[in-house]
Every structure is written in structure tokens, then in C-alpha cells.
């Protein structure tokens, strides 16, 4: 391997475009650039290929086309999903239960919520990141008007049991929404079969361009007004569509999805030598859970390595491009909640690694960093046991 080359194993923090996702972006800056809310035919050419995208992205993940809003982004529809719910059915109550593992768009929104008065019930994961439907069932109360679980986890990689906990929520009347941000174009996601009512997705986490999402709803009245102006998106998000994203995000989430058989078994693949290789160093553990983890993650723990900005900058020096667990700050500080959460202790959660695959690693990368970590820790121990 020539060290000189870049190997991108950070791809729960972004990925990178797809062939097919720019090829569909690209008429939309240079010919059909038209405003789809101009009634002239070249504005109404930009509409057909907005709404020809909704209906592609809804048919992806099971939906129909009318319970598909376009956003800018995972943590946009994960705000607007929880602000929705607490203003269309504040009168039946104010509690909302969610859990500890949640990414910071979910966890700093109910903070928000908790100093408007709400009340907010934290799940507290086991040590794999799951959560029980018993454990949902006695949390949900007669006031209760939200549950919002992730569907995959970013820092630890687990996949949630969502199926089982709506079929909770649905026994006990309550919304479930769950940010399925890491988890669409990676495992199959039908927002039927998962029985969800609301659903966030990010166009970036699958090879689609960044700044670019969709907040799933069942209930058409559930979204609530949330950026006042022109009246897009059936009046309740303004501002003129970003028809070249949403054309990208359609035709990445299309391909990762007829894909998805094939790229599964191939990340699993790679993933399990990646994983075995690793748990061979002394003091090497695996955090999530070891069963249910999306094919591409793989996420660690190190003894004694000092703190895992350390080895970040170790593997970046020898051109591998990895992370502590969360894309959203530089430091591990994001992923320590989550690792926390799940029982590990503050000296230990600060040495975490996440190495996150996409299909255009190879087998010969795996090698390399097979070859090479082991090296890496070994001398960040040296240092930091001088
Ligand atoms: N939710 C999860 C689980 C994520 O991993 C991320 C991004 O890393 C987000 C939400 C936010 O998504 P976006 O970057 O599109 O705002």
C-alpha cells in the first residue's frame, strides 16, 4: 500500500457522492434549473423533477410520496419532527421518552423542550445499546405524546429493535419517531414494516449530497408549520426547493437500496476481519453490540492509548482517515454520552475509535489497517506509560 493514499474510513461522518446521485444533480445547475413554483414550463420541468423525486425516495423506504417533506438535513427533520409532535398534541400532555444513546439533534431538542416545561424520560440502553420493549412499556405514561428512538446507532453501530418498540407504541396510543439517519441506504428500512409514524433520514450518510434530508410522516397534520414564507412543501416549510439535492438524494438512496443485498454482505465481510483483527491486540475492545451492528462499523475502546485524539492523528499521519465516534466535534466528547451510556467508564470512553466503511474499501485497505493499528497503539502505550 502507498502510504501516500488516502484511506476514507470515516463514512458514518459523511460519504462520497455517488456517480449516479451527481449525474442526477448535475442537469438540475445546468439546464432544468428552473423554479418548480413558476407556472411557465421550464419552472414546471424543475416541479416534475421534484416531485418525481418524492415519489422515488417515499418508494425507497415504503412511503408514499405525500408523507415525504424535504429538509436540509437529519438534524433539521429530527428537530421538526419533535417540535411537530409537541405542538399538534401539547393537550393530551406534555412528556416525551426518548434514550441516552441519542445523537445530540434529538438530545439538546428535548433539552430545549424540558426548559419549555416538558418532561423528558431517558432510556437507559444495556451493554450492547438496546433497549427492551418492557423497559419502553413502563416508561410511556397517560401523558406521554411522544417516543423517539434511533433506529442505528453512530458512535457504537448497534441496530435497534424498532420493530418490537412501536409495536409498544402503538399498543399504548403514543407517536414513535425514530432517526433512521445512520440506518437508510445501510439496512433495509420500510417504514411499514418498522411501524413507524415518523421517520429522518440524511442524504449525505448515503453517498447522496450533504444538506439535503427528508422528515417521513404517516400522519399528514402531524408536521407542523415550521419555516413560514412562500409556501412550499405543502405549506409547511418555505424557502424554493433545493431541486438539485433532492434529485442527488433520490438517485443515492435508489442505488444504495437495489444495492443494499450486495454491499451488506461485502461491509459484513470486511467488517468481521476488520473486527477480529483488532480484538486481537491486548486491551482491544469491541463496543455495540456484536450481533445486531451495521455491516460497515466497526467501533473500539483501547486501553492505556492516552486519549483517542492520539491515535486519530497517528492513523491520519499514515493516511488513514478514521474518527472517535460521532462526525459532529472534533474531539470524542460527542461519542462519550453514548459510550457512557452503555456502562463504560470516563477514563476508558475517552479512547474510543470508529471505523466506519463504505463499498469502496477494499480488502487491501482492511490489510493496512490491520497491519497498522496494532502498531499505532503500541506506540501511543509506550509514550503514554513513560
Ligand atoms: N442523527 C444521527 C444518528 C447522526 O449520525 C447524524 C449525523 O451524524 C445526524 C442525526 C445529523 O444529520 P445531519 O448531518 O444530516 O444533520
Known sequence: MNISERIYVDNSATTQVSE???MAMIPCFTENYGNPSAIYSFGQEAKKILEDSRVSAGKSIGARSSEIYFTSGGTESVNWAIHSVCERRNSKGRHIVSSEIEHNAVLKTLEKLVKQGYEVTLLKPDKYGQITPEQLDAAIRKD???VSVMMANNVIGTVLRIKELSAVTRKR?????????QAVGHIPVNVRELGVDMLS???HKFHGPKGIGILFSKIPHIPAPYIAGGGQERGVRSGTE????????AAALEESVEKLPESMAYLTK??????KQTLMIPGAYLTGDPQDRLPGHASFIFDGIGHSAY?????????????????????SKESQHVLKAIGIREALAVNSLRISLSS?????EIDYINMKLPECISMLRKKHTL
Open 201 to 203: 433520514m440524511s442524504a
Open 242 to 249: 433545493n431541486v438539485p439535492c433532492i434529485a442527488g438524494l
Open 173 to 181: 396510543r403514543v407517536l414513535f419517531h425514530t432517526d433512521a439517519v
Open 311 to 331: 491515535l486519530i492523528n497517528k492513523l491520519n499521519d499514515i493516511g488513514i482517515c478514521a474518527s472517535s465516534g460521532s462526525a459532529c466535534s472534533a474531539s
Open 360 to 364: 469502496g474499501n477494499t480488502e487491501k
Open 144 to 146: 406521554t405524546i411522544l
Open 270 to 275: 470486511l467488517r468481521d476481519n476488520l473486527i
Open 20 to 22: 449516479a446521485a451527481l
